[in-house]
C-alpha cells in the first residue's frame, strides 16, 4: 500500500455553510504535502475529519492504517503543552497517556532529535519557551508513538525567520532520515515551496488541483519575454530555432527554461534586429495558486 491517505468527495457541512466540497486527495507514503489555501479554505476542517475531531457529512477517507493510534500523530493549531510543566515533564506526562515504558530514555532521544537538546535538565517552564521552541516540542511530543503520518496545521506560523528555517530543516530531517510522511496546512506559501514535495490547492471547500513539485516546477519554470522594435518575422524566427518560445504578440516572444541572453541579444544586434524591452518571468509558488483560483478577487 503506498498510500498513506485516499479520501472518496469527503464532504462537510456546517448548517448552511459548506467548509468541505467532496474533496478528493491522495497523500502517497513519503509525501510532505503542502496543503494550500486561503483563511476558510477548508485546510483545518480537513484535517479535523482525518484526526477524528470532526464526522463527515458526507463521503470518506481511507488510512494506510485502520488504528490510527499510534501510527498518526497532529500538533493542530498551537501545541498541547502543559505551560507550568518542563520539556522533559510534558514529554515524561505524554509517554505515561500512552503507557509507554523507558520514557526516560525515550525523551532524551527525541530531544536530541528536534533540536531540544539543551533543555534536557533544564528547570525551565514551558511557559517561558519562544514560539519555535514550543512548536519543536510539540512535534517533540508527537514523536513518541513513533508514528509514520504527522499532520501540521498552520507550523511556521508566528515564527521569526530563524524559527521559520529551524521547523523546515525538521520536517525534512524527519521525512528523509525517519520516513515520516507530512501534512502540512499552511497559507505560508513561500515557505511551503522550500520543503513540500506535493501540493493541493484547495479555495472556498474544493480541492482545485494537486500537483507534484516536478510538475510544478516544469510549470511554473523561469522564462523570458523580448519586445521587439517590429513584428516577428523570419530572421528572428530562424536565431530562435532550438529554444522553447511562444509568439504571445505580433512583436512579442516568450522564452521557457533558463537561458544565456547575453548570448541571444548579441545574435540579435549581429543581425540589426531592434529588441526594445527584456523581462524575466519568474512565476512563483503565489503566482500558480492565484492563477488557478481566477485571481486575488476569489482568494
Not at 497523500?27 to 510532505?32: H, K, L, Q, S, T
Not at 514550543?134 to 513513533?146: D, F, T, Y
Not at 509568439?247 to 537561458?259: D, L, P, R, T
Request: hydrophobic fraction near 40%; glycine fraction near 8%.
Amino acid at each position: 500500500m503506498n498510500y498513506i491517505l485516499k479520501t472518496h468527495d469527503l464532504t462537510k457541512r456546517y448548517g448552511t455553510t459548506l467548509a468541505v466540497d467532496r474533496v478528493n486527495m491522495t497523500i502517497e507514503r513519503g509525501d510532505i504535502y503542502g496543503c494550500i489555501g486561503e483563511n476558510g479554505a477548508g485546510k483545518s476542517t480537513i484535517i479535523r475529519l482525518i484526526t477524528g475531531l470532526a464526522n463527515p457529512t458526507s463521503g470518506s477517507f481511507e488510512l494506510f492504517k485502520k488504528n490510527r493510534l499510534g501510527a498518526i500523530a497532529a500538533v493542530v493549531e498551537s501545541p498541547s503543552l502543559h505551560l507550568s510543566l518542563t520539556a522533559e515533564q510534558n514529554m515524561h506526562y505524554q509517554c505515561r497517556m500512552l503507557g509507554l515504558d523507558n520514557y526516560q530514555e525515550r525523551t532524551r532521544e527525541i530531544l536530541n532529535v528536534v533540536g531540544l537538546h539543551y533543555l534536557i535538565g533544564h528547570k525551565k517552564a514551558a511557559k517561558n519557551f519562544s514560539l519555535g521552541m514550543k512548536q519543536r516540542l510539540g512535534i517533540a511530543m508527537a514523536l513518541i508513538s513513533n508514528p509514520e503520518f504527522i499532520i501540521l496545521d498552520e507550523p511556521m506560523n508566528g515564527l521569526d525567520p530563524v524559527g521559520i528555517i529551524e521547523m523546515r530543516e525538521l520536517i525534512k530531517k524527519l521525512n528523509e532520515e525517519r520516513g515520516i510522511t507530512f501534512f502540512i496546512s499552511s497559507h505560508i506559501l513561500s515557505e511551503l515551496d522550500k520543503v513540500a514535495t506535493k501540493y493541493g490547492f484547495l479555495s472556498h471547500g474544493k480541492l482545485l488541483k494537486e500537483v507534484s513539485v516536478e510538475e510544478l516546477y516544469e510549470t511554473s519554470r523561469a522564462s523570458v519575454k523580448i519586445t521587439f522594435g517590429n513584428p516577428v518575422g523570419s530572421e528572428i524566427k530562424e536565431i530562435l530555432v532550438g529554444y522553447d518560445y511562444e509568439i504571445i504578440q505580433a512583436n512579442i516572444v516568450e522564452i521557457k527554461g533558463n537561458i544565456e541572453i547575453h548570448k541571444l541579444l548579441k545574435a540579435f544586434v549581429k543581425e540589426d534586429i531592434i529588441v526594445t524591452n527584456v523581462e524575466n518571468l519568474n512565476k512563483t509558488i503565489e503566482d500558480y495558486y492565484l492563477e488557478i483560483i481566477g485571481g486575488k478577487g476569489n482568494a
